[in-house]
T-cell receptor
Framework: DGGITQSPKYLFRKEGQNVTLSCEQN?????MYWYRQDPGQGLRLIYY???????QKGDIAEGYSVSREKKESFPLTVTSAQKNPTAFYLC???????????FGSGTQLSVL | DQQVKQNSPSLSVQEGRISILNCDYT??????FLWYKKYPAEGPTFLIS?????DKNEDGRFTVFLNKSAKHLSLHIVPSQPGDSAVYFC??????????????FGKGTKLSVKP
């Protein structure tokens, strides 16, 4: 079955630590995205990538980094510079930019 | 400055009745609108979309209406079922002279359908 897999489902970060959230898709989609959801808030775009080896900052990129070395993979690193990392993180992909998005099941990141 | 607004954070409806979820937008460059449904601790799933050249799109129990002059769209669910209880996000895509921009999401409306 084709889809988007995010791992882990739950992740805990210690102060000053970098953590990496995994996102893999086997839909052969060119575009991939990372969103953050806070309680009572909409989805805010962190980073997006339209093709391999290329990515752009979204609305709230500070404290985050990404890479797109393979079409199938778009990992997100939450760095120690992100002062409020506790949130639900969603990865998505689409055939092209702003075609219908397909979302993963999300990763809940919490700070210890 | 919110470009996509869902002013009702929650909505409660009786099973079998109609659910109407509203969404307003401010940017006249938006030309494609989508509704997503999200259960707790899961990713959103696509529900229905509408292009700005239409004013209505229907898919089974779900209908989306677009009023461009009012910059308003609504999602109607008829009849509502308990399984429809979820958070519904409205999203819009801007067209900048033929180049699509990224989707912009509203804050969501939590729908509760009571048996």
């Amino acid at each position: 079955d084709g889809g988007i897999t995010q791992s882990p489902k739950y992740l805990f970060r210690k102060e000053g630590q970098n953590v990496t959230l995994s996102c893999e898709q086997n839909l052969n989609h060119d575009a991939m995205y990372w969103y953050r959801q806070d309680p009572g808030q909409g989805l805010r775009l962190i980073y997006y990538s339209q093709i391999v080896n290329d990515f752009q900052k979204g609305d709230i990129a500070e404290g985050y980094s990404v890479s797109r070395e393979k079409k199938e993979s778009f990992p997100l690193t939450v760095t120690s510079a992100q002062k409020n990392p506790t949130a639900f993180y969603l990865c998505a992909s689409s055939i092209g930019q702003n075609e219908k998005l397909f979302f993963g099941s999300g990763t809940q990141l919490s700070v210890l | 400055d919110q470009q996509v607004k869902q002013n009702s954070p929650s909505l409660s409806v009786q099973e079998g009745r109609i659910s109407i979820l509203n969404c307003d937008y401010t940017n006249s460059m938006f030309d494609y609108f989508l509704w997503y449904k999200k259960y707790p601790a899961e990713g959103p799933t696509f529900l229905i979309s509408i292009s700005s050249i239409k004013d209505k799109n229907e898919d089974g129990r779900f209908t989306v209406f677009l009023n461009k002059s009012a910059k308003h769209l609504s999602l109607h669910i008829v009849p509502s079922q308990p399984g429809d209880s979820a958070v519904y996000f409205c999203a819009a895509s801007p067209n900048y002279g033929g180049s699509q921009g990224n989707l912009i999401f509203g804050k969501g409306t939590k729908l509760s359908v009571k048996p």
